[in-house]
């Protein structure tokens, strides 16, 4: 399976759906081993912006624009400019979801005039996590910061402000927590500048929830205001869970029929005929582990694709090339005579040591078709 077959399911789905298509996938394959394989899952970013725009001027302006879309999320500052190009080449714009388009790809949906949703489509709730120079560092790699997620923060204070549970019976509890005192011992832990960009981020999903929605609905219209909210609150405070998806039949009640369509029997044939190819192109079913990838080789280059951005003309991948060396690593006193320029060799029973150079990374042309 590769380009050529997916070409021939996009021209399908396009020729029945009277549209022109886009793809957009990320990989999020299993990896064995605590090597970390760039690449392997991917997300949604800013960098793929330049290739959008050249695949869409590809197709031209449209009346119908589809996006076929499978992701776990990724940047929120990813998701405006790309639903906004989006809508420069195509008047009305649909999302294809064939299985997976969470968090940020959920927001990227509420930018659609339309969704196409199948038997296994799921949206999610939208909890981004904040990261800068003054997040707390990870007790466990010094040298990275811990992400900061925003509704962590908001719970924390709903929970210092009734911490017995609304409507539950408090008789002879204390109403409340003293919220002061509960800032006071947080800022203590993390760093007054980093709360800070937690309630920037908070604001920012908010409005940002309103102003996709503002690309398709008119707010003038009674009740479409409350309606937003109503969506905003679903999908930031509602869901306890990052992992508490949305199926098709609870979207289509929060977002109304207008906006969301399940998809037909042959719509749907076709998406999961679609999506399964890009499965096997990315391996997702089968787990990473890197030093089965190098065989009985010591030594070798692997080049990893991590997703796509394709129509029926164009094929761009995300790629990652690593240079990958593994050997057995020999406790303290223990010499092993080596020629020069020789591996230290593979020994059983010793702890296998694996050495990962990035050479290079990012979005090209899908040359050989994939």
Not at 88 to 100: A, C, D, Q, T
Not at 126 to 131: E, I, R
Not at 132 to 137: A, E, R
Not at 229 to 248: C, M
């Amino acid at each position: 399976m590769g380009y050529t077959d997916r070409r021939d399911i996009i021209n399908r789905l396009q020729k029945l759906r009277g549209t022109r298509i886009i793809t957009h996938i990320n990989s999020d394959r299993r990896s064995a081993g605590p090597w970390p394989v760039p690449a392997l899952n991917t997300k949604l970013g800013t960098e793929a912006q330049p290739f959008f725009y050249e695949t869409l001027c590809a197709i031209g302006r449209v009346e119908a624009l589809d996006l076929f879309l499978y992701t776990l999320g990724g940047q929120t500052d990813s998701v405006w400019p790309l639903v906004s190009i989006l809508r420069e080449f195509g008047s009305r714009l649909s999302v294809l979801i064939p299985y997976k388009a969470h968090s940020a790809g959920t927001l990227i949906c509420l930018g659609a005039d339309t969704l196409v949703m199948t038997d296994l489509s799921e949206l999610s709730p939208v909890d981004p996590a904040t990261g800068n120079q003054f997040n707390p560092v990870d007790e466990i790699n010094k040298q990275t910061r811990k992400a900061i997620s925003v509704e962590d923060v908001a719970s924390y204070f709903r929970l210092a402000k009734a911490p017995y549970g609304a409507g539950e019976d408090t008789t002879d509890e204390p109403e409340s927590v003293n919220l002061d005192l509960a800032f006071e011992i947080l800022a203590k832990r993390v760093h007054p500048l980093a709360l800070g960009n937690v309630e920037r981020s908070n604001k920012q999903i908010r409005e940002l929830v309103r102003r996709l929605l503002s690309l398709h609905w008119d707010f003038e219209k009674k009740g479409e205001e409350e309606k937003t909210l109503k969506i905003a609150r679903r999908l930031t405070q509602e869901r306890y869970s990052h992992t508490d998806i949305l199926n098709r039949r609870e979207s289509l009640e929060l977002l109304g029929d207008e906006m969301v369509n399940f998809a037909s029997e042959e719509e749907q044939s076709l998406m999961f005929s679609l999506y399964y190819d890009y499965v096997d192109s990315l391996a997702m079913k089968k787990t990473f582990v890197l030093p089965s990838e190098l065989g009985q080789s010591q030594q070798g280059q692997l080049k990893v694709v991590g997703g796509f951005i394709e129509t029926d003309s164009v094929s761009y991948i995300f790629t990652s090339v690593l240079n990958v060396t593994k050997r057995s690593a020999f406790p303290p006193g223990i010499q092993v005579s080596l020629q020069p320029g020789q591996l230290p060799p593979i020994i059983p029973g010793f702890p296998l040591e694996i050495q990962i150079e990035l050479e290079s990374i990012g979005w090209e042309p899908n040359q050989k078709g994939v």
